[in-house]
């Protein structure tokens, strides 16, 4: 059976650099959740955190459709169900165990806790796992329909661009709710509802992403090229101020219109920072205390977004005493961001005490 793609490969040596940048996003997410849920900070009140939002999920999402893209893969019945099953053990089970070990330990009282997480879109911050288990299941089944539809001689870039199209479609509908009321879960429809209950509405705000990694990884020389010329970063770095400060401090656009320099931004955002450790990727190898550091922490994000909830400080005077004096986009990100190390520190130290036992490693972590 012929390959799905006849693309060249991108270089087969491991993108260090793609780890740390991995190991970076978490750090970003780790300190997010300790200002949001740590320091009881409001996006709308902190001078960081809604800067940082605009791309630290996107991002990650980004990475992870990046990486999904193997064209050395012969996509056939077995090869879709093993892969299925793969993912299905390694991203659901972890999830159920430590949401449900969250309610336990963090709430007062189990079912009430319980019912409130199932009830939401985010469950309880354990959204992440579900949402990418979601859009892997979708991956994996469009690549094995992409594989038919080549036999059918059909242009290698319509399956992929078709699939962008219709991720930006669904996003979109999330930034309608007059047009798309079933896709607003504040107006307690049963469609939206289920939207929650499933955290489908999550997928459907970051399923772009994931398939624009997707495409940065298909046509990688192409990407670098462009990346590479004179014009292309100076052109996004303007697009993005004018972006971002409508975003943050302008608010010239409304209502639905508002989103267009929203989404600009979190395409343009995570290019930048994919650029940045492409371009010093020098700096981000095993050779370096930096760089050695943020890839192993990138090797471990799914054990510290599973245990990082777990040791979340409890600090709302941090976040009283922001809201009450002047914002430092400095001060505010440093403080979340170092507290945030020392949680992701404790994470791995539970991480590796779990990992002694094998049975631990492989259905907690995924790791045979």
């Known amino acids: 059976m012929e390959e799905i793609s006849t693309i060249p490969q991108p270089p087969k040596e491991r993108m260090q650099w793609l780890d740390a940048m991995r190991g970076f996003t978490m ?45 050395s893969i012969k996509w056939d019945s077995e090869t879709l169900f093993t892969l299925l099953g793969k993912k299905i053990r390694v991203q659901l089970l972890p999830t159920i165990v430590f949401l449900l070990f969250s309610c336990v330990a963090l709430y007062p009282k189990f079912w009430p806790a319980l019912e409130n997480c199932l009830s939401s879109a985010t469950k309880g911050g354990y959204w992440f796992t579900l949402v990418l288990l979601y859009m892997f ?14 036999k059918q001689k059909c242009p290698s870039w319509l399956p992929i661009v078709v699939l962008f199209v219709l991720s930006l479609a669904l996003y979109e509908t999330c930034y309608l709710p007059k047009l798309c009321w079933w896709a607003d879960g504040r107006r307690g429809k049963i ?40 014009w292309f970063f100076p052109t996004l770095v303007v697009l993005v101020v004018f972006c971002t400060m409508d975003i943050l401090k302008w608010h010239t656009l409304r209502m639905a219109w508002a989103n267009i320099p929203s ?51 409890n600090l709302p005077a941090v976040g009283t005493f922001f809201t009450s004096n002047k914002h430092n986009f400095v001060i505010d990100s440093s403080l979340s961001i170092l507290i945030g190390l020392l949680v992701i520190a404790f994470c791995i130290i539970t991480s590796n005490l779990l990992r002694i036992s094998p049975f631990f490693r492989k259905y907690l972590f995924g790791k045979g």
């Open 27 to 71: 750090i970003l997410v780790v300190a997010f959740h300790v200002a949001q849920m740590g320091f009881d900070q409001s996006v709308k009140q902190s001078s960081s955190m809604s800067f940082l939002m605009l791309f630290r999920m996107p991002l990650f999402f980004f990475v992870s459709g990046f990486l999904a893209y193997k064209a």
């Open 137 to 150: 299941v979708v991956y994996y089944l469009f690549c094995y329909m992409e594989s038919w539809l080549k």
């Open 191 to 230: 469609p939206s509802q289920i939207l929650n209950y499933t955290s489908l509405i999550q997928f459907m705000k970051y399923f772009p992403f994931f398939v624009f990694g997707n495409i940065v990884r298909r046509y990688w020389q192409k990407a670098q090229r462009l990346m590479d010329s004179q």
């Open 263 to 313: 989404t600009l931004s979190k395409f343009i955002l995570l290019t930048m920072v994919f650029m940045y450790f492409r371009h010093y990727a020098q700096y981000f190898t095993q050779s370096t205390i930096i760089g050695s550091s943020l890839q192993y922490i990138g090797r471990r994000t799914l054990d510290i977004y599973l245990i990082h909830f777990l040791f979340l400080p």
